[in-house]
Protein backbone atom coordinates (compact mmCIF):
# COMPACT_ATOMS: atom_id res chain seq x y z
CA UNK A 1 0.00 0.00 0.00
CA UNK A 2 1.10 3.67 -0.08
CA UNK A 3 3.61 3.17 -3.19
CA UNK A 4 4.56 5.94 -5.16
CA UNK A 5 5.33 4.57 -8.96
CA UNK A 6 9.17 3.62 -9.29
CA UNK A 7 11.11 2.82 -11.77
CA UNK A 8 11.88 -1.14 -11.02
CA UNK A 9 15.86 0.20 -12.26
CA UNK A 10 15.53 1.99 -8.78
CA UNK A 11 16.03 -1.52 -7.03
CA UNK A 12 18.72 -3.20 -8.66
CA UNK A 13 20.83 -4.80 -8.41
CA UNK A 14 18.65 -7.18 -6.37
CA UNK A 15 20.34 -9.72 -3.98
CA UNK A 16 20.39 -13.16 -4.95
CA UNK A 17 18.05 -14.21 -2.35
CA UNK A 18 15.61 -11.73 -3.97
CA UNK A 19 15.50 -12.44 -7.18
CA UNK A 20 15.30 -16.26 -6.44
CA UNK A 21 12.55 -15.08 -4.87
CA UNK A 22 10.77 -13.46 -7.63
CA UNK A 23 11.84 -15.92 -10.14
CA UNK A 24 10.55 -18.52 -7.44
CA UNK A 25 6.85 -16.53 -7.73
CA UNK A 26 7.00 -15.74 -11.67
CA UNK A 27 4.79 -19.06 -12.46
CA UNK A 28 3.03 -19.80 -9.42
CA UNK A 29 2.02 -18.46 -5.75
CA UNK A 30 3.94 -20.34 -3.18
CA UNK A 31 4.46 -20.48 0.47
CA UNK A 32 7.38 -20.18 1.91
CA UNK A 33 8.73 -23.85 2.14
CA UNK A 34 7.73 -23.62 -1.51
CA UNK A 35 9.64 -21.59 -2.31
CA UNK A 36 12.75 -23.13 -1.10
CA UNK A 37 11.56 -26.11 -2.38
CA UNK A 38 11.68 -24.10 -5.64
CA UNK A 39 14.80 -22.66 -5.58
CA UNK A 40 16.49 -25.70 -4.46
CA UNK A 41 15.04 -27.38 -7.25
CA UNK A 42 16.33 -24.96 -10.12
CA UNK A 43 19.89 -24.87 -8.74
CA UNK A 44 20.26 -28.00 -8.46
CA UNK A 45 20.72 -27.77 -4.80
CA UNK A 46 23.44 -25.41 -4.79
CA UNK A 47 21.19 -22.07 -3.54
CA UNK A 48 19.77 -23.35 -0.20
CA UNK A 49 18.12 -20.44 2.12
CA UNK A 50 17.49 -20.44 5.77
CA UNK A 51 14.20 -19.61 7.22
CA UNK A 52 15.57 -16.40 8.42
CA UNK A 53 17.03 -14.98 5.15
CA UNK A 54 13.56 -16.29 3.28
CA UNK A 55 11.34 -14.27 5.63
CA UNK A 56 13.49 -11.29 5.80
CA UNK A 57 13.90 -11.03 2.09
CA UNK A 58 10.16 -11.46 1.82
CA UNK A 59 9.56 -8.85 4.73
CA UNK A 60 11.50 -5.98 2.73
CA UNK A 61 9.88 -7.49 -0.46
CA UNK A 62 6.44 -6.91 0.95
CA UNK A 63 7.59 -3.72 2.31
CA UNK A 64 8.85 -2.44 -1.53
CA UNK A 65 6.01 -3.88 -3.18
CA UNK A 66 7.45 -6.91 -4.71
CA UNK A 67 5.31 -8.99 -3.83
CA UNK A 68 1.76 -9.51 -1.84
CA UNK A 69 0.06 -11.97 0.42
CA UNK A 70 -2.26 -13.97 -1.97
CA UNK A 71 -4.32 -15.63 1.55
CA UNK A 72 -4.06 -18.81 3.49
CA UNK A 73 -4.43 -22.43 2.66
CA UNK A 74 -3.34 -26.03 3.42
CA UNK A 75 -1.05 -27.38 0.67
CA UNK A 76 -2.52 -30.52 -0.32
CA UNK A 77 0.70 -31.94 -1.26
CA UNK A 78 1.68 -31.53 2.01
CA UNK A 79 -0.35 -32.08 4.77
CA UNK A 80 -3.68 -29.87 6.47
CA UNK A 81 -1.76 -27.06 7.90
CA UNK A 82 -2.59 -23.41 6.79
CA UNK A 83 0.26 -21.47 5.11
CA UNK A 84 0.19 -17.99 3.99
CA UNK A 85 1.19 -17.71 0.71
CA UNK A 86 2.93 -14.95 -1.21
CA UNK A 87 2.49 -13.88 -5.47
CA UNK A 88 4.05 -11.32 -7.41
CA UNK A 89 2.91 -7.59 -7.95
CA UNK A 90 2.76 -5.89 -11.11
CA UNK A 91 6.24 -3.70 -9.79
CA UNK A 92 7.90 -7.10 -8.84
CA UNK A 93 7.12 -8.71 -12.29
CA UNK A 94 8.64 -5.64 -13.16
CA UNK A 95 11.32 -5.50 -11.11
CA UNK A 96 12.03 -9.14 -11.68
CA UNK A 97 12.27 -8.32 -15.80
CA UNK A 98 14.80 -5.50 -15.36
CA UNK A 99 17.04 -7.75 -13.31
CA UNK A 100 16.89 -10.11 -15.99
CA UNK A 101 17.69 -8.11 -18.59
CA UNK A 102 20.66 -6.62 -16.46
CA UNK A 103 22.05 -10.24 -15.90
CA UNK A 104 21.47 -11.26 -19.37
CA UNK A 105 23.59 -7.81 -20.52
CA UNK A 106 26.38 -8.84 -18.60
CA UNK A 107 26.35 -12.50 -19.38
CA UNK A 108 27.00 -10.47 -23.18
CA UNK A 109 29.82 -9.02 -21.86
CA UNK A 110 31.23 -12.47 -20.57
CA UNK A 111 31.16 -13.85 -23.56
CA UNK A 112 32.32 -11.15 -25.81
CA UNK A 113 35.38 -11.15 -22.83
CA UNK A 114 35.27 -14.97 -24.44
CA UNK A 115 34.81 -15.96 -20.52
CA UNK A 116 31.83 -18.09 -21.50
CA UNK A 117 31.15 -20.76 -24.26
CA UNK A 118 29.94 -19.05 -27.83
CA UNK A 119 32.05 -16.76 -27.87
CA UNK A 120 33.21 -16.81 -31.30
CA UNK A 121 29.87 -16.72 -32.43
CA UNK A 122 29.62 -13.37 -30.51
CA UNK A 123 32.94 -12.26 -30.57
CA UNK A 124 33.46 -12.62 -34.44
CA UNK A 125 36.93 -14.66 -33.87
CA UNK B 1 -1.43 -18.01 11.27
CA UNK B 2 -1.45 -21.92 11.32
CA UNK B 3 -2.47 -24.02 13.23
CA UNK B 4 -1.11 -26.05 15.57
CA UNK B 5 -0.06 -29.70 14.77
CA UNK B 6 -1.86 -32.11 16.87
CA UNK B 7 1.38 -34.35 16.84
CA UNK B 8 3.78 -32.96 19.59
CA UNK B 9 6.43 -31.07 18.26
CA UNK B 10 10.30 -32.73 17.75
CA UNK B 11 12.81 -31.71 19.72
CA UNK B 12 14.72 -29.84 16.80
CA UNK B 13 11.31 -28.11 16.59
CA UNK B 14 10.83 -26.96 20.16
CA UNK B 15 14.95 -26.00 19.88
CA UNK B 16 14.20 -23.46 16.94
CA UNK B 17 11.06 -22.04 18.38
CA UNK B 18 12.89 -21.19 21.43
CA UNK B 19 15.76 -20.01 19.33
CA UNK B 20 13.59 -17.05 18.03
CA UNK B 21 13.54 -15.10 20.65
CA UNK B 22 17.03 -14.24 19.52
CA UNK B 23 15.15 -11.98 17.14
CA UNK B 24 13.77 -8.73 17.49
CA UNK B 25 10.04 -8.79 18.53
CA UNK B 26 8.50 -7.34 15.60
CA UNK B 27 10.29 -9.36 13.30
CA UNK B 28 9.28 -12.32 15.57
CA UNK B 29 5.73 -11.55 15.78
CA UNK B 30 5.29 -11.28 11.94
CA UNK B 31 6.94 -13.84 10.99
CA UNK B 32 8.01 -16.80 13.91
CA UNK B 33 4.76 -18.81 13.14
CA UNK B 34 5.76 -19.01 9.44
CA UNK B 35 9.55 -19.78 10.57
CA UNK B 36 8.66 -22.72 12.89
CA UNK B 37 6.00 -24.02 10.29
CA UNK B 38 9.30 -23.92 7.20
CA UNK B 39 11.52 -25.04 9.79
CA UNK B 40 9.36 -28.13 10.37
CA UNK B 41 8.85 -28.70 6.75
CA UNK B 42 12.16 -28.93 6.22
CA UNK B 43 12.83 -31.13 9.05
CA UNK B 44 10.56 -33.64 8.13
CA UNK B 45 12.17 -33.69 4.60
CA UNK B 46 15.64 -34.16 5.57
CA UNK B 47 14.27 -37.03 8.08
CA UNK B 48 12.25 -38.76 5.51
CA UNK B 49 15.58 -38.98 3.38
CA UNK B 50 16.55 -40.60 6.44
CA UNK B 51 20.18 -40.69 9.00
CA UNK B 52 21.31 -38.05 11.83
CA UNK B 53 23.77 -36.59 8.85
CA UNK B 54 20.97 -34.76 6.64
CA UNK B 55 19.70 -33.68 10.00
CA UNK B 56 23.04 -32.29 11.16
CA UNK B 57 23.31 -30.49 7.81
CA UNK B 58 20.58 -29.16 8.07
CA UNK B 59 21.18 -27.61 11.74
CA UNK B 60 24.08 -26.63 10.12
CA UNK B 61 22.07 -24.41 7.69
CA UNK B 62 20.04 -22.89 10.22
CA UNK B 63 22.44 -21.55 12.74
CA UNK B 64 24.49 -19.94 10.00
CA UNK B 65 21.31 -18.36 8.38
CA UNK B 66 19.83 -17.66 12.35
CA UNK B 67 23.09 -16.06 13.51
CA UNK B 68 23.17 -13.88 10.41
CA UNK B 69 19.73 -12.80 10.07
CA UNK B 70 20.04 -12.03 13.25
CA UNK B 71 22.39 -9.32 13.13
CA UNK B 72 20.82 -8.26 9.67
CA UNK B 73 17.47 -7.72 11.66
CA UNK B 74 18.76 -5.81 14.63
CA UNK B 75 21.00 -3.86 12.28
CA UNK B 76 18.12 -2.44 10.48
CA UNK B 77 16.05 -1.89 13.86
CA UNK B 78 19.02 -0.06 14.94
CA UNK B 79 19.45 2.25 11.66
CA UNK B 80 15.39 2.62 12.25
CA UNK B 81 15.76 3.76 15.97
CA UNK B 82 19.03 5.66 15.26
CA UNK B 83 17.13 8.03 12.42
CA UNK B 84 14.64 8.52 14.57
CA UNK B 85 17.26 10.54 17.30
CA UNK B 86 18.98 11.98 14.91
CA UNK B 87 15.53 13.67 13.37
CA UNK B 88 17.10 11.90 9.89
CA UNK B 89 13.68 9.34 10.42
CA UNK B 90 11.22 12.45 10.54
CA UNK B 91 12.36 13.94 7.51
CA UNK B 92 12.57 10.60 5.40
CA UNK B 93 9.33 10.12 6.81
CA UNK B 94 7.52 12.81 5.51
CA UNK B 95 8.87 11.70 1.91
CA UNK B 96 8.95 8.60 1.54
CA UNK B 97 8.18 5.72 4.61
CA UNK B 98 6.09 3.28 3.73
CA UNK B 99 3.50 1.97 6.28
CA UNK B 100 1.82 -1.56 6.49
CA UNK B 101 -1.11 -2.60 8.29
CA UNK B 102 -1.88 -5.77 9.02
CA UNK B 103 -5.17 -5.40 10.87
CA UNK B 104 -7.91 -7.96 11.91
CA UNK B 105 -11.10 -7.42 13.27
CA UNK B 106 -13.26 -9.45 15.34
CA UNK B 107 -16.74 -9.09 16.76
CA UNK B 108 -18.96 -11.38 19.12
CA UNK B 109 -22.62 -11.20 20.30
CA UNK B 110 -21.60 -11.86 23.61
CA UNK B 111 -24.05 -13.27 26.35
CA UNK B 112 -26.31 -10.18 24.57
CA UNK B 113 -29.86 -11.36 22.31
CA UNK B 114 -28.07 -9.01 19.54
CA UNK B 115 -25.05 -7.71 18.39
CA UNK B 116 -25.42 -3.84 18.57
CA UNK B 117 -21.52 -3.39 17.49
CA UNK B 118 -20.31 -2.40 14.76
CA UNK B 119 -16.54 -2.13 13.02
CA UNK B 120 -15.29 -0.95 9.65
CA UNK B 121 -12.18 0.01 8.30
CA UNK B 122 -10.95 1.75 5.19
CA UNK B 123 -7.04 1.43 3.64
CA UNK B 124 -6.81 3.45 0.38
CA UNK B 125 -5.63 1.45 -2.48
CA UNK B 126 -4.77 4.83 -4.64
CA UNK B 127 -1.32 6.03 -3.07
CA UNK B 128 -2.68 9.09 -3.12
CA UNK B 129 -5.46 8.81 -1.03
CA UNK B 130 -3.55 6.80 1.39
CA UNK B 131 -0.76 9.76 1.27
CA UNK B 132 -3.11 12.31 2.00
CA UNK B 133 -5.94 11.31 4.26
CA UNK B 134 -4.37 7.64 5.78
CA UNK B 135 -6.40 4.82 6.81
CA UNK B 136 -9.51 4.42 8.86
CA UNK B 137 -10.29 2.27 11.66
CA UNK B 138 -14.20 2.80 13.58
CA UNK B 139 -15.99 1.22 16.35
CA UNK B 140 -18.63 1.63 17.67
CA UNK B 141 -21.13 0.51 20.80
CA UNK B 142 -24.78 0.81 19.89
CA UNK B 143 -26.26 1.94 23.21
CA UNK B 144 -27.91 -0.63 25.41
CA UNK B 145 -31.61 0.10 26.26
CA UNK B 146 -32.04 1.70 23.01
CA UNK B 147 -34.27 -0.04 20.92
CA UNK B 148 -31.77 0.46 17.49
CA UNK B 149 -28.85 0.50 18.48
CA UNK B 150 -27.53 -1.71 16.14
CA UNK B 151 -28.92 1.09 13.60
CA UNK B 152 -26.87 3.55 15.61
CA UNK B 153 -23.67 2.15 15.51
CA UNK B 154 -23.80 1.08 12.07
CA UNK B 155 -24.99 4.81 10.68
CA UNK B 156 -21.91 6.13 12.79
CA UNK B 157 -19.19 3.92 11.54
CA UNK B 158 -20.55 4.13 7.68
CA UNK B 159 -20.79 7.79 8.27
CA UNK B 160 -17.59 8.84 9.76
CA UNK B 161 -15.93 6.55 6.91
CA UNK B 162 -17.78 8.13 3.91
CA UNK B 163 -17.63 11.67 5.41
CA UNK B 164 -14.09 12.02 6.21
CA UNK B 165 -12.61 10.89 2.48
CA UNK B 166 -14.86 13.30 1.08
CA UNK B 167 -13.86 15.83 3.25
CA UNK B 168 -10.55 17.94 1.74
CA UNK B 169 -9.10 19.53 5.03
CA UNK B 170 -5.58 18.99 4.91
CA UNK B 171 -5.77 18.53 8.98
CA UNK B 172 -6.46 15.19 9.46
CA UNK B 173 -7.73 15.74 13.48
CA UNK B 174 -10.40 18.56 12.02
CA UNK B 175 -11.14 16.38 9.01
CA UNK B 176 -11.92 13.57 11.49
CA UNK B 177 -13.62 15.26 14.40
CA UNK B 178 -16.00 17.10 11.34
CA UNK B 179 -17.01 13.59 10.09
CA UNK B 180 -17.93 12.33 13.93
CA UNK B 181 -19.92 15.44 14.62
CA UNK B 182 -21.82 15.09 11.06
CA UNK B 183 -22.31 11.12 12.39
CA UNK B 184 -23.81 12.80 15.14
CA UNK B 185 -25.68 15.35 13.65
CA UNK B 186 -27.70 12.19 11.51
CA UNK B 187 -28.36 10.36 14.28
CA UNK B 188 -29.62 13.23 15.94
CA UNK B 189 -31.84 14.12 13.49
CA UNK B 190 -32.77 10.41 12.89
CA UNK B 191 -34.16 10.63 16.65
CA UNK B 192 -36.01 13.61 16.19
CA UNK B 193 -38.27 11.76 13.15
CA UNK B 194 -38.75 9.30 15.65
CA UNK B 195 -39.75 11.59 18.48
CA UNK B 196 -42.00 14.13 16.03
CA UNK B 197 -44.11 10.87 15.07
CA UNK B 198 -43.82 8.97 18.01
CA UNK B 199 -47.35 8.20 19.39
CA UNK B 200 -46.42 5.95 22.26
CA UNK B 201 -43.74 5.49 25.07
CA UNK B 202 -42.84 2.16 23.21
CA UNK B 203 -42.39 4.23 20.24
CA UNK B 204 -39.74 6.77 22.08
CA UNK B 205 -37.80 4.13 22.52
CA UNK B 206 -37.14 3.70 18.92
CA UNK B 207 -34.56 6.64 19.93
CA UNK B 208 -31.05 5.64 19.22
CA UNK B 209 -27.33 6.07 20.72
CA UNK B 210 -23.55 5.03 19.72
CA UNK B 211 -20.59 5.52 21.29
CA UNK B 212 -17.64 5.63 18.39
CA UNK B 213 -14.18 5.58 18.46
CA UNK B 214 -12.55 6.12 15.38
CA UNK B 215 -8.54 6.00 14.55
CA UNK B 216 -6.40 7.31 11.47
CA UNK B 217 -2.76 5.86 10.96
CA UNK B 218 -0.99 7.95 8.41
CA UNK B 219 2.79 7.61 8.26
CA UNK B 220 3.95 7.42 12.26
CA UNK B 221 0.75 9.20 13.52
CA UNK B 222 -2.47 8.05 15.09
CA UNK B 223 -4.73 10.55 14.75
CA UNK B 224 -7.97 9.59 17.25
CA UNK B 225 -11.27 10.55 17.82
CA UNK B 226 -13.62 9.40 20.87
CA UNK B 227 -17.39 9.63 21.84
CA UNK B 228 -18.40 7.51 24.73
CA UNK B 229 -16.66 4.39 26.51
CA UNK B 230 -15.28 2.82 23.39
CA UNK B 231 -11.09 3.04 23.34
CA UNK B 232 -7.91 2.78 21.58
CA UNK B 233 -4.89 1.06 23.10
CA UNK B 234 -1.45 1.45 21.72
CA UNK B 235 1.37 -1.64 22.54
CA UNK B 236 4.96 -0.38 22.46
CA UNK B 237 7.41 -2.90 23.46
CA UNK B 238 5.61 -4.47 25.99
CA UNK B 239 4.23 -1.26 27.48
CA UNK B 240 0.29 -0.26 27.01
CA UNK B 241 -1.22 3.13 26.48
CA UNK B 242 -4.60 3.61 26.65
CA UNK B 243 -4.87 7.06 24.30
CA UNK B 244 -9.06 7.74 23.92
CA UNK B 245 -10.52 9.56 26.66
CA UNK B 246 -13.34 7.59 28.16
CA UNK B 247 -16.18 8.86 28.85
CA UNK B 248 -17.61 6.83 31.71
CA UNK B 249 -19.24 8.21 34.33
CA UNK B 250 -17.08 7.46 37.44
CA UNK B 251 -13.46 8.09 35.15
CA UNK B 252 -15.35 11.57 33.73
CA UNK B 253 -15.97 12.78 37.54
CA UNK B 254 -12.61 11.97 38.85
CA UNK B 255 -10.98 13.45 35.60
CA UNK B 256 -12.90 16.49 36.59
CA UNK B 257 -12.07 16.17 39.86
CA UNK B 258 -16.06 16.20 40.76
CA UNK B 259 -15.20 12.88 43.35
CA UNK B 260 -11.91 11.84 44.73
CA UNK B 261 -9.99 8.72 43.93
CA UNK B 262 -11.13 6.88 46.69
CA UNK B 263 -14.55 8.00 45.95
CA UNK B 264 -14.37 6.55 42.76
CA UNK B 265 -12.43 2.99 43.53
CA UNK B 266 -15.46 2.34 46.19
CA UNK B 267 -18.13 2.88 43.42
CA UNK B 268 -15.89 1.32 40.50
CA UNK B 269 -16.55 1.53 36.78
CA UNK B 270 -20.87 2.06 35.76
CA UNK B 271 -22.40 0.99 32.18
CA UNK B 272 -23.18 4.61 32.20
CA UNK B 273 -21.63 7.26 30.24
CA UNK B 274 -21.74 10.95 29.68
CA UNK B 275 -22.13 11.69 26.01
CA UNK B 276 -22.75 9.64 22.87
CA UNK B 277 -23.81 9.96 19.30
CA UNK B 278 -27.11 10.83 18.65
CA UNK B 279 -28.24 12.50 22.12
CA UNK B 280 -27.95 16.50 21.45
CA UNK B 281 -27.74 18.22 18.15
CA UNK B 282 -24.06 18.74 19.12
CA UNK B 283 -21.35 16.96 20.84
CA UNK B 284 -17.83 17.50 22.19
CA UNK B 285 -15.51 14.84 20.68
CA UNK B 286 -12.40 14.37 22.31
CA UNK B 287 -9.46 14.00 19.70
CA UNK B 288 -5.34 13.42 20.04
CA UNK B 289 -2.69 12.45 18.24
CA UNK B 290 -0.02 10.41 19.04
CA UNK B 291 3.63 8.71 17.68
CA UNK B 292 3.82 5.24 16.49
CA UNK B 293 6.64 2.97 15.96
CA UNK B 294 7.49 0.13 13.95
CA UNK B 295 6.01 -3.12 15.38
CA UNK B 296 3.51 -1.31 17.37
CA UNK B 297 -0.06 -2.65 17.79
CA UNK B 298 -3.19 -0.77 18.10
CA UNK B 299 -6.48 -2.68 19.54
CA UNK B 300 -9.58 -0.14 19.07
CA UNK B 301 -12.75 -2.22 21.10
CA UNK B 302 -15.93 -1.57 22.58
CA UNK B 303 -16.16 -1.22 26.69
CA UNK B 304 -17.26 -5.21 25.97
CA UNK B 305 -13.48 -6.16 25.93
CA UNK B 306 -11.54 -3.58 27.62
CA UNK B 307 -13.87 -3.79 30.97
CA UNK B 308 -12.91 -7.83 31.11
CA UNK B 309 -9.52 -8.10 29.87
CA UNK B 310 -6.36 -6.49 32.11
CA UNK B 311 -4.17 -4.87 29.68
CA UNK B 312 -1.33 -6.94 30.52
CA UNK B 313 -3.28 -10.16 29.44
CA UNK B 314 -3.78 -7.12 26.26
CA UNK B 315 -0.40 -6.94 25.92
CA UNK B 316 0.59 -10.79 26.02
CA UNK B 317 -1.96 -11.44 23.58
CA UNK B 318 -0.56 -9.39 20.64
CA UNK B 319 3.07 -10.13 21.48
CA UNK B 320 2.80 -13.45 21.18
CA UNK B 321 0.44 -14.13 18.17
CA UNK B 322 -0.52 -12.09 14.86
CA UNK B 323 -3.58 -9.61 14.29
CA UNK B 324 -6.08 -12.45 12.79
CA UNK B 325 -5.48 -14.61 15.47
CA UNK B 326 -5.15 -11.83 18.50
CA UNK B 327 -8.75 -10.55 17.47
CA UNK B 328 -10.09 -14.23 18.17
CA UNK B 329 -7.96 -14.62 21.54
CA UNK B 330 -8.93 -11.29 23.04
CA UNK B 331 -12.99 -11.66 22.32
CA UNK B 332 -12.23 -15.44 23.32
CA UNK B 333 -10.53 -14.29 26.83
CA UNK B 334 -13.53 -11.88 27.49
CA UNK B 335 -15.97 -14.18 26.74
CA UNK B 336 -14.59 -16.59 29.16
CA UNK B 337 -14.65 -13.62 31.87
CA UNK B 338 -18.03 -13.40 31.75
CA UNK B 339 -18.92 -11.11 28.36
CA UNK B 340 -21.86 -10.37 29.41
CA UNK B 341 -21.93 -7.03 26.72
CA UNK B 342 -21.50 -7.25 22.78
CA UNK B 343 -17.56 -7.73 22.31
CA UNK B 344 -15.61 -5.85 19.37
CA UNK B 345 -11.95 -5.96 18.44
CA UNK B 346 -9.63 -4.49 15.74
CA UNK B 347 -6.22 -5.06 16.03
CA UNK B 348 -4.04 -3.16 14.04
CA UNK B 349 -0.13 -4.08 13.73
CA UNK B 350 2.12 -1.17 12.34
CA UNK B 351 4.88 -1.85 9.98
CA UNK B 352 6.94 1.37 9.04
CA UNK B 353 9.63 0.89 6.36
CA UNK B 354 11.88 3.60 5.23
Redesign the interface.
Known amino acids: ?5 REPEALLPLTPAVFHILLALADAERH ?2 GI ?1 QEVALRTGGKM ?9 S ?3 M ?4 LIEESG ?1 RPDPA ?2 D ?4 YYRLTDFGLRVAQAEARRLSELVHVAQFKRLLGGAESIGGA | MATAPLRSPSLSERLYRDLLWLYPASFRRSYGCEMVQTFRDCYREERARGGALNIARLWSLVLSDLITTVCIEYWKTFITFFKSLTGLEKEFLMTSTILNLDVAQYTHIGHRASNEDNMTLYIPEDPQIMAKKGALFVVADGMGGHAKGDVASELAVNTIRDTYYQDTNEDILTSLRLAVEHANMLIWQKNEEILRYATSDEQKKMAMGTTCVATVLKNDKAHIANVGDSLVYVIHAGQVSQIAQSHELTTEQLRKGEITEEEAKKRGLTNKITRCLGEKSTVDVYVATETVQDGDTLILCTDGLWTLIEESEMCSIVEQYEPQESAKRLVARANENGGPDNITAVVVRVSLQS
Open positions: MNKAKGYMRMGPGTLYGLKRLADGELDERRR
